[in-house]
């Protein structure tokens, strides 16, 4: 099998990347949320700038597709009026945060993100990997504990903040004036002990080398964790949650959604429209919270990645009706697993040779259960996903 390129940043507005259908500029919603202005302008953008095409990303980011370099340009003039985007690479890159969009008004999340948002962007910020990210969980429920994040903002013991490293049992106290200056401080350490060697580094790899925390967050243990459960499409007490096929819509969709409110960009691939009391009645939605295609993730796969060894897509949706109740499948192009980092039951990794390999449990750069599965074969017989023995 072909190593994947491991290039140890993300992709954004400022400093996108070239993939098979032209650039993808990636857009970091401020607060997780897109007003109808902004959500009408990025639609607009790109259908001018791009294919039409917009992915969700994995840590609830929206992403243009299919941008000509000649275009770049006049495209971020647009993001910039619609003011989505950072005046510098390194803030962009700093800027990595993901927020639960089940926030309420007067619950402290969007006042936490605000003054993180803007701690972030002064010069003098930690100059965190760009993969190192923040995930502001402190509603009143955690719903990000299956998001990447390096540094949480979550509800402690006693219902106050608590700020706490990815991977550490405890952290330290905090209040929504104190949260951002807590969490820089503790990004700064994971600078200064030696986290990001070469530029690149995670949190939670950071603590298992043996990396000892300071002090302070230690003094309070975090609230146990257990795995969330997938969300479902349907009506939630902040408007209608929303799927669609691989995380991905078409401008024109977005356009429409924008005209009910404003959205909510999840990390879940998903879309939650703000006030709705019901899904529009338009094409490429997923409202069934019994649909399998939820059950079913995809990175963009060949042509559309350079990196993919096989379509993907077209080889996940004829495997999703064949999936038992409560299984989930992810199809990587190739073994970095870019669109499912966290392990799957099932995943179906590309080969050279355009066969797959399946790892159960794990993710896409895991030792495999079966090798050299051909698409055509697996498809005719979706049972070898639940076999034993190694292909022949």
């Known amino acids: ?127 965190t990997p760009g993969k190192f990210g923040y995930a502001v969980d402190c509603g009143a429920e955690p719903v990000l504990s299956e998001t990447s994040a390096d540094i949480r903002i979550e509800r402690g013991p006693g219902g106050g903040l608590l700020v706490r490293a990815d991977g550490a049992a405890t952290g330290t106290e905090a209040t929504p004036a104190t949260a951002a200056r807590l969490a820089l401080r503790l990004a700064e350490w994971f600078l200064e002990t030696g986290g990001a060697p070469e530029g690149r580094g995670r949190m939670a790899a950071h603590l298992a080398r043996g990396a000892t925390l300071p002090d302070a967050f230690t003094e309070i243990p975090a609230l146990p964790r257990a795995a969330a459960a997938a969300p479902l499409p349907g009506l939630l007490p902040q408007g209608f949650l929303v799927g669609f096929e691989f995380g991905q819509m078409t401008a024109e969709t977005v356009s429409v959604l924008a005209e009910i409110g404003p959205l909510r960009v999840t990390p879940w691939r998903m879309i939650l429209i703000e006030g709705a009391a019901e899904a529009p009645r338009i094409p490429g939605l997923i409202t069934d919270p019994a649909d399998p295609m939820l059950r079913v993730t995809a990175c963009t796969g060949a042509p559309g990645c350079p990196q993919a060894l096989i379509a993907t897509r077209p080889l996940a949706q004829a495997l999703c009706p064949s999936l038992a109740p409560g299984t989930r499948l992810h199809v990587s192009g190739c073994a970095k697993g870019c669109a499912h980092p966290t392990p799957a039951p099932l995943v179906l990794v590309g080969r050279a040779d355009g066969s797959v390999d399946l790892i159960r449990m794990g993710t896409a750069a895991d030792t495999p259960s079966l090798t050299g599965l051909i698409p055509a074969t697996l498809t005719a017989n979706p049972a070898l996903l639940t076999e034993t023995e190694h292909a022949t």
Request: hydrophobic share 40%.
């Open 1 to 127: 099998m072909s190593d994947p390129v491991i290039k140890g940043w993300c992709p954004g507005a400022l400093r996108p990347m070239m993939s098979g259908d032209g650039l993808v500029v990636r857009v970091r919603p401020r607060g997780g949320r897109l007003t109808p202005e902004q959500a009408k302008g990025i639609a607009d953008l790109s259908a001018r700038f791009g294919n039409g095409l917009i992915d969700l990303s994995a840590r609830a980011n929206v992403q243009l597709r299919g941008v000509a370099e000649a275009s770049h340009g006049p495209l971020i003039e647009g993001l910039s009026a619609l003011g989505v985007i950072d005046e510098t690479t390194e803030a962009e890159s700093r800027r990595n945060i993901t927020v639960t969009p089940y926030w309420q008004e007067d619950d402290g999340v969007q006042e936490v993100v605000r003054s993180l948002t803007e701690a972030l962007s002064h010069p003098d910020a930690p100059a």
